[in-house]
């Protein structure tokens, strides 16, 4: 019999019940194609920081 799916299952099939645990592969290239251990879901992760990720050493003192 197959499931039906209402409103609360609908929910629930696309809020995962854990934390991600990403398995990245080796840098090659722009991107890398990361795999969850537990769900299987994948994702995109960039190889490389654009200029507004850094912060400076005198950024970070005065933030603190």
Do not use: Y
Request: with cysteine; glycine share 6%.
């Amino acid at each position: 019999m197959a499931k039906t799916l209402t409103k609360d299952t609908a929910q629930e099939a696309t809020r995962p019940d854990h934390f991600h645990h990403w398995k990245i592969e080796e840098p090659n290239g722009q991107v890398s194609r990361g795999v969850c251990k537990h769900c299987g879901a994948t994702k995109e992760f960039r190889n490389w920081l654009q200029d507004g990720d850094f912060i400076t050493n005198e950024e970070h003192r005065s933030a603190a």
